[in-house]
């Protein structure tokens, strides 16, 4: 199936710190990118939609400043937390939706392939 | 069984049975459903989708049924072995949008 990395897959970082956490899509090009919030043993929640070569699109709620996302090319995204704070820590999943009709890796246009996540803990 | 707070719904199932995990889905308007598995400490994986001009769809071990009429969607899996243990979470989007999750549900298979 469609491959997506993230790096890195967990950090500890000191509060007030800011923290870069990269998404890429290996074997296919991604026009969108997702970036979602897990709290343990909850459903994830979609932070902010990322389009290649424009603005990011957040959700109500979440500070744009704060969560400063760039998807700089078609199989990169990435989600800097700055001044990241205790209430910061997470799971961070990133998602990719691929350009085009489906190329048989089982789902649709309208899929979206999951990153393995990144666990930020801030002391 | 409910999910109170932070607990997950559970099925608990044998090595061997048929599993069948539901999901009620709150848009009518939604036209594009996934299913996903998340295995501990790893982002979900896809298992299967269907789009509402369909009722069934058929995979390897899997099936996706969609009610419409009950705004009801669920994921059967055949002969469950314990790789099979992960939260399942099914997900709903209409038109290009973007995803919602549901609250996902955890199957536990012992062997």
């Known amino acids: 199936g469609a491959v997506v990395s993230q790096h890195p897959s967990w950090v500890i970082c000191k509060s007030g710190t800011s923290v870069k956490i990269e998404c890429r899509s290996l074997d296919f090009q991604a026009t969108t990118m997702f970036w979602y919030r897990q709290f343990p043993k909850q459903s994830l929640m979609l932070m902010a939609t990322?389009?290649?070569?424009?603005?990011?699109?957040?959700e109500q709620g979440v500070e744009k400043d704060k969560f400063l996302i760039n998807h700089a090319s078609l199989t990169l995204s990435t989600l800097t937390v700055t001044s990241a704070h205790p209430e910061d820590s997470s799971f961070y999943i990133c998602?990719?939706?691929?350009?085009?009709?489906?190329?048989?890796?089982?789902?649709?246009?309208?899929?979206?392939?999951f990153g393995p996540g990144t666990r930020l803990t801030v002391l | 069984g409910e999910s109170v707070g932070l607990h997950l719904p559970t099925l608990s199932v044998q090595e061997g049975d048929n599993s069948i995990i539901n999901c009620a889905y709150s848009?009518?308007?939604?036209?594009?459903f996934i299913w996903y598995k998340q295995e501990s400490g790893k982002g979900p994986q896809f298992i299967i989708d269907?789009?509402?001009?369909?009722d069934k769809r058929q995979g390897q071990r899997v099936t996706v049924l969609l009610n419409k009429t009950v705004k009801h969607l669920s994921l059967q899996i055949a002969a469950t072995q314990p790789g099979d243990s992960a939260v399942y979470f099914c997900a709903e989007s209409r038109g290009y949008s973007t995803l919602t999750f549901g609250k996902g549900t955890m199957l536990l298979v012992s062997p």
């Open positions: 848009n009518s308007a939604s036209d594009y």
């Open positions: 269907i789009r509402s001009n369909m």
């Open positions: 998602s990719a939706r691929e350009i085009g009709v489906g190329s048989g890796r089982g789902g649709s246009t309208d899929t979206q392939y």
């Open positions: 990322s389009n290649e070569g424009s603005k990011a699109t957040y």
